[in-house]
């Protein structure tokens, strides 16, 4: 099993989450984050024309957890569906999970997933 950390534009969430439910990807996590990497942040003009930076901008973590066999799949339709072509779309981590228990019957591992 591997979980999945996509760091995307918050307006892309919508299409990620579509992307993802109609190949039956249902479950998710969706954290609203700050941070920064190529893009740097942005800079905008101020009243009178002074100008500041805003270096820590607003994107959405969302995580899940696949079996094996389907992280490539999920891993594209995010990229896919997340993208705009600009700097600052986003980050995809893909990491190795030990074991997951679901709580209400106590299966484990892919049938917990």
Same mark, same amino acid.
């Given at each position: 099993m591997? +979980? &999945?950390e996509? @760091? &995307?534009r918050p307006e892309k969430l919508d299409d990620v989450k579509v992307a993802l439910a109609d190949k039956g990807? @249902? %479950?998710l996590n969706i954290v %609203? =984050?700050?941070g920064r990497g190529v893009q +740097? %942040? @942005?800079v905008h003009a101020g009243r009178a024309g002074t100008a500041y930076s805003v270096d820590m901008l607003p994107k959405v973590k969302l995580e899940t957890v696949v079996i094996d066999?389907? =992280?490539e799949e999920v891993v594209t339709l995010i990229q896919q569906a997340a993208s705009t072509g600009n700097i600052g779309d986003g980050k995809i981590f893909i990491i190795p999970v030990e074991d997951a228990i679901r709580v209400r019957t106590g299966e484990r591992g892919d049938a917990a997933v």
């Open positions: 591997k +979980k &999945i996509a @760091i &995307i990807y @249902i %479950g %609203g =984050v700050t +740097k %942040g @942005i066999a389907n =992280v």
